[in-house]
Protein backbone atom coordinates (compact mmCIF):
# COMPACT_ATOMS: atom_id res chain seq x y z
CA UNK A 1 0.00 0.00 0.00
CA UNK A 2 2.84 2.50 0.93
CA UNK A 3 4.60 1.67 -2.01
CA UNK A 4 1.52 2.34 -4.76
CA UNK A 5 1.30 5.91 -2.78
CA UNK A 6 5.05 6.59 -3.44
CA UNK A 7 4.71 5.53 -7.09
CA UNK A 8 1.85 7.67 -7.34
CA UNK A 9 3.61 10.63 -6.20
CA UNK A 10 6.35 10.38 -8.23
CA UNK A 11 4.17 10.43 -11.33
CA UNK A 12 2.81 13.27 -10.19
CA UNK A 13 5.65 15.11 -9.71
CA UNK A 14 6.87 14.02 -13.25
CA UNK A 15 3.82 15.27 -14.72
CA UNK A 16 4.14 18.83 -12.94
CA UNK A 17 7.56 18.48 -13.81
CA UNK A 18 7.51 17.83 -17.40
CA UNK A 19 4.02 19.75 -17.66
CA UNK A 20 5.73 22.91 -16.48
CA UNK A 21 3.08 22.89 -13.42
CA UNK A 22 0.43 23.90 -15.28
CA UNK A 23 -1.62 20.64 -15.24
CA UNK A 24 -5.02 22.38 -15.09
CA UNK A 25 -4.59 25.31 -16.95
CA UNK A 26 -4.92 25.06 -20.85
CA UNK A 27 -3.89 28.50 -22.56
CA UNK A 28 -7.05 29.97 -24.05
CA UNK A 29 -7.65 32.77 -26.53
CA UNK A 30 -11.14 33.89 -24.81
CA UNK A 31 -12.31 37.30 -25.25
CA UNK A 32 -14.21 38.31 -22.36
CA UNK A 33 -15.69 41.59 -21.82
CA UNK A 34 -18.19 43.44 -19.78
CA UNK A 35 -20.89 46.32 -20.09
CA UNK A 36 -22.31 48.88 -17.85
CA UNK A 37 -26.34 48.03 -18.40
CA UNK A 38 -27.55 51.01 -16.83
CA UNK A 39 -25.72 53.08 -18.63
CA UNK A 40 -26.61 51.28 -21.77
CA UNK A 41 -30.13 51.97 -20.69
CA UNK A 42 -30.45 55.13 -19.42
CA UNK A 43 -28.60 56.15 -22.97
CA UNK A 44 -30.46 54.13 -25.18
CA UNK A 45 -32.25 56.34 -27.67
CA UNK A 46 -35.78 53.89 -27.55
CA UNK A 47 -35.47 54.55 -23.15
CA UNK A 48 -35.10 58.52 -23.78
CA UNK A 49 -37.86 58.83 -26.07
CA UNK A 50 -40.02 56.05 -23.98
CA UNK A 51 -39.40 58.13 -20.74
CA UNK A 52 -40.91 61.26 -23.24
CA UNK A 53 -44.42 59.49 -24.06
CA UNK A 54 -44.54 58.47 -20.09
CA UNK A 55 -44.37 62.20 -18.90
CA UNK A 56 -47.10 63.29 -21.46
CA UNK A 57 -49.09 60.51 -20.04
CA UNK A 58 -48.00 61.22 -16.60
CA UNK A 59 -49.12 64.78 -17.10
CA UNK A 60 -52.29 63.91 -18.74
CA UNK A 61 -53.32 61.82 -16.05
CA UNK A 62 -52.54 64.89 -13.40
CA UNK A 63 -54.69 67.07 -15.33
CA UNK A 64 -57.30 64.87 -15.48
CA UNK A 65 -56.99 63.84 -11.81
CA UNK A 66 -56.40 67.74 -10.67
CA UNK A 67 -59.61 68.67 -12.46
CA UNK A 68 -61.83 66.00 -10.83
CA UNK A 69 -60.09 67.39 -7.58
CA UNK A 70 -61.74 70.81 -8.53
CA UNK A 71 -65.28 69.56 -9.40
CA UNK A 72 -65.12 67.87 -5.70
CA UNK A 73 -63.91 71.12 -4.08
CA UNK A 74 -66.53 72.94 -6.16
CA UNK A 75 -69.37 71.02 -4.69
CA UNK A 76 -67.83 70.97 -1.62
CA UNK A 77 -67.87 74.74 -1.62
CA UNK A 78 -71.85 74.66 -2.43
CA UNK A 79 -72.73 72.23 0.61
CA UNK A 80 -72.91 75.37 2.84
CA UNK A 81 -75.01 77.30 1.49
CA UNK A 82 -77.82 74.55 1.28
CA UNK A 83 -80.73 73.22 2.81
CA UNK A 84 -80.32 70.37 4.71
CA UNK A 85 -82.50 67.45 1.84
CA UNK A 86 -80.13 69.24 -1.05
CA UNK A 87 -77.23 69.41 1.59
CA UNK A 88 -77.55 65.34 2.15
CA UNK A 89 -77.86 65.01 -1.91
CA UNK A 90 -74.83 67.13 -2.61
CA UNK A 91 -72.55 65.20 0.19
CA UNK A 92 -73.53 61.94 -1.42
CA UNK A 93 -72.79 63.32 -4.38
CA UNK A 94 -69.34 64.40 -3.78
CA UNK A 95 -69.14 60.82 -1.57
CA UNK A 96 -69.16 59.86 -5.19
CA UNK A 97 -67.03 61.79 -6.90
CA UNK A 98 -64.14 60.91 -3.84
CA UNK A 99 -64.87 57.49 -4.54
CA UNK A 100 -64.13 58.00 -8.47
CA UNK A 101 -61.33 59.62 -7.97
CA UNK A 102 -59.75 57.18 -5.62
CA UNK A 103 -60.58 54.41 -8.55
CA UNK A 104 -59.24 56.76 -11.09
CA UNK A 105 -56.38 57.45 -9.23
CA UNK A 106 -55.90 53.10 -8.47
CA UNK A 107 -56.50 52.76 -11.92
CA UNK A 108 -54.10 55.27 -13.88
CA UNK A 109 -51.43 54.20 -11.62
CA UNK A 110 -51.99 50.67 -12.02
CA UNK A 111 -52.14 51.25 -15.90
CA UNK A 112 -48.96 52.90 -16.12
CA UNK A 113 -46.81 51.10 -13.92
CA UNK A 114 -47.78 48.42 -16.41
CA UNK A 115 -47.03 49.86 -19.41
CA UNK A 116 -44.09 51.06 -17.75
CA UNK A 117 -42.59 47.38 -16.50
CA UNK A 118 -43.74 46.24 -19.92
CA UNK A 119 -41.70 48.54 -22.00
CA UNK A 120 -38.86 48.31 -19.56
CA UNK A 121 -38.77 44.63 -20.48
CA UNK A 122 -39.27 45.08 -24.06
CA UNK A 123 -35.88 47.36 -23.81
CA UNK A 124 -33.60 45.30 -21.80
CA UNK A 125 -35.02 42.27 -24.30
CA UNK A 126 -33.67 44.38 -27.36
CA UNK A 127 -30.14 45.31 -25.07
CA UNK A 128 -30.03 41.93 -24.00
CA UNK A 129 -30.29 41.18 -28.06
CA UNK A 130 -27.64 43.27 -29.25
CA UNK A 131 -24.74 42.61 -27.05
CA UNK A 132 -25.49 38.95 -28.01
CA UNK A 133 -24.85 39.89 -31.61
CA UNK A 134 -22.15 42.39 -30.40
CA UNK A 135 -20.20 39.53 -28.71
CA UNK A 136 -21.06 37.13 -31.93
CA UNK A 137 -19.65 39.46 -34.18
CA UNK A 138 -16.97 40.48 -32.40
CA UNK A 139 -15.76 37.39 -31.46
CA UNK A 140 -16.45 37.40 -27.73
CA UNK A 141 -16.70 34.61 -25.44
CA UNK A 142 -18.24 36.07 -22.90
CA UNK A 143 -19.70 39.55 -21.83
CA UNK A 144 -20.46 40.29 -18.50
CA UNK A 145 -23.07 42.94 -16.12
CA UNK A 146 -20.66 45.27 -14.82
CA UNK A 147 -22.73 45.09 -11.72
CA UNK A 148 -21.51 41.46 -10.88
CA UNK A 149 -17.95 42.67 -11.62
CA UNK A 150 -15.42 43.38 -8.23
CA UNK A 151 -13.05 44.95 -10.61
CA UNK A 152 -12.79 44.95 -14.11
CA UNK A 153 -9.94 46.09 -16.40
CA UNK A 154 -11.13 49.74 -18.28
CA UNK A 155 -9.87 47.78 -21.20
CA UNK A 156 -12.19 44.73 -21.46
CA UNK A 157 -15.59 47.84 -20.76
CA UNK A 158 -17.07 47.44 -23.93
CA UNK A 159 -20.05 49.26 -23.45
CA UNK A 160 -19.62 52.71 -25.58
CA UNK A 161 -19.16 50.34 -28.51
CA UNK A 162 -22.57 48.62 -27.60
CA UNK A 163 -24.33 52.12 -26.85
CA UNK A 164 -22.96 52.99 -30.26
CA UNK A 165 -24.32 49.98 -32.26
CA UNK A 166 -27.83 50.12 -29.89
CA UNK A 167 -28.26 53.96 -30.95
CA UNK A 168 -27.89 53.43 -34.60
CA UNK A 169 -30.00 50.68 -35.23
CA UNK A 170 -32.57 52.90 -32.98
CA UNK A 171 -32.10 55.55 -35.73
CA UNK A 172 -32.93 53.23 -39.08
CA UNK A 173 -35.68 51.83 -37.20
Not at 66 to 91: C, F, P, S, W, Y
Not at 113 to 124: D, F, G, P, S
Not at 156 to 173: A, G, H, I, Q, R
Request: proline share 1%; net charge negative.
Amino acid sequence: MKGNQIVLGVVLVSMLFFTGGNVSAEKTDKKIGYVDLSKLFDEYEKTKEYDKVLETKTKEFEAERNAKIEKIREVQGKVGLLADEEKKKTEEEMEKLKADLLEFDRQKKTDLTKERNEKIREILLEIEKIVSDYAEKEKYSVILNDRVLIFGDPSMNVTEDVLKVLNDKSKKN
